[in-house]
């Protein structure tokens, strides 16, 4: 008997992992990173672990902290086009962008589709966090 695997498109991924975040109530918890100095929300941990991006948790927070040196407020945009191509945008609090990196993995969201979050004082946060 052959089983087959099939991996589901990343629009049908993308639905559900949309839901996922939708349905998630954080409790408010903060934790350190235990490489850089900087603490997150439960609810940015859920996020990207459910996109399986938790190594953009670092890179963010890393990213985000060298910034809020001229900038208290930090928004955060993961970001994926209409084709495979991602990003991460980082935003002063009037949507003047700061900074533009493409990732080079493709994140579970629909096309042109973005999650965003927030850096205040050394935390990441979702926006519904705030």
């Known amino acids: 008997m052959e089983i087959l695997l099939q991996q589901k498109p990343i629009e049908d991924r993308s639905t559900v992992v949309r839901k996922q975040i939708d349905d ?17 929300t439960e609810g940015v941990e859920y996020v990207t672990s459910v ?21 208290d407020f930090v928004s955060i945009r993961l970001c994926r086009g209409c084709l495979d ?22 994140i579970p969201l629909a096309p042109n589709f973005a999650i965003c979050f927030y850096f205040i004082g050394r935390t990441l946060i979702l926006p519904t966090e705030f």
């Open 24 to 40: 998630f109530r954080s409790s408010g918890k903060l934790h350190m990173h235990s490489d850089f100095p900087f603490f997150y």
């Open 51 to 71: 996109l399986g991006a938790g190594h953009l948790l670092r890179d963010m927070g890393m990213q985000a902290f060298a910034l809020s040196g001229e900038w």
């Open 85 to 106: 191509n991602c990003w991460i945008e980082y935003s002063r609090r009037n949507g003047e962008i700061i900074k533009k990196m493409r990732i080079p993995e493709n």
